[in-house]
């Protein structure tokens, strides 16, 4: 299913480098999420979108930020990674009630 | 804010035995309640759902129950396989746009 579809699919980047996730869909779907997940703390909402002009944070956007370029495509950007930050990141669309997944990002800050 | 409860955090059971899992949400607004089964390295999928005008729902194996003035629900799996084995995630929906996941259960099914 690549219908939401994540970019790079692993990373490893240096502490105090500025890196870019990006996700793109092509479900039509207008709302966007991105989600960070580590071991026994779930799935953790970072920022979400219901359109280009409409961003919201989640429950640990700090040291995040997020581009909805267009309704296909909304980017998470951390701005100076720190280790901490170490996770695997998904992206998600959702339609009514049912949340789509991208494959995830694992992304390592050394 | 939002906030979900799942238990257990792990789950070990004998393949043919049945596996519980219970989640509590805080907002009473939630109206919608999914649970997600992620596979090992692969992204979680939804499996059942529940709207909060039902209090039971059922697909083959796997079957959700809501109780919304205690503001729980559950996941129940009969006759668990070995395919089962996952981490399974329940989600309370209240709002337009949050999405709060609970923290995850870990089940195994042991042949």
């Known amino acids: 299913d690549a219908d939401v579809t994540q970019t790079p699919r692993n990373r490893i980047t240096k502490t105090g480098k500025r890196i870019m996730l990006e996700c793109s869909q092509t479900?039509?779907?207008?709302?966007m999420y991105w989600y960070r997940q580590d071991p026994g703390l779930g799935l953790r909402l970072i920022y979400y979108s219901f359109d280009v002009k409409d961003i919201n944070k989640g429950e640990i956007s700090d040291g995040y930020s997020v581009s909805r370029q267009a309704q296909a495509k909304f980017s998470l950007s951390l701005e100076s990674a720190i280790p901490n930050q170490t996770a695997l990141y998904f992206c998600?669309?959702?339609?009514?009630?049912?949340?789509?997944f991208g494959q995830g990002t694992r992304l390592t800050v050394v | 804010g939002e906030n979900v409860e799942q238990h257990p955090s792990t789950l070990s059971v004998q393949e043919g035995d049945s596996a519980v899992i219970k989640c509590t949400y805080s907002d009473s607004a939630s109206n919608y309640f999914p649970w997600y089964k992620q596979e090992l390295g692969k992204r979680p999928q939804l499996i059942i759902d529940?709207?909060?005008?039902?209090g039971e729902k059922k697909d083959q194996r796997i079957a959700v129950t809501l109780n919304k003035t205690a503001k729980h629900f559950s996941l129940h799996i009969t006759e668990t396989q070995p395919e089962d084995s996952a981490v399974y995630f329940c989600a309370a929906i209240s709002g337009t746009y949050k999405y709060i996941f609970g923290t995850g259960t870990r089940l195994k099914v042991l042949a």
């Open positions: 529940i709207r909060s005008n039902v």
């Open positions: 998600a669309t959702r339609f009514g009630g049912e949340a789509f």
């Open positions: 479900k039509g779907h207008d709302r």
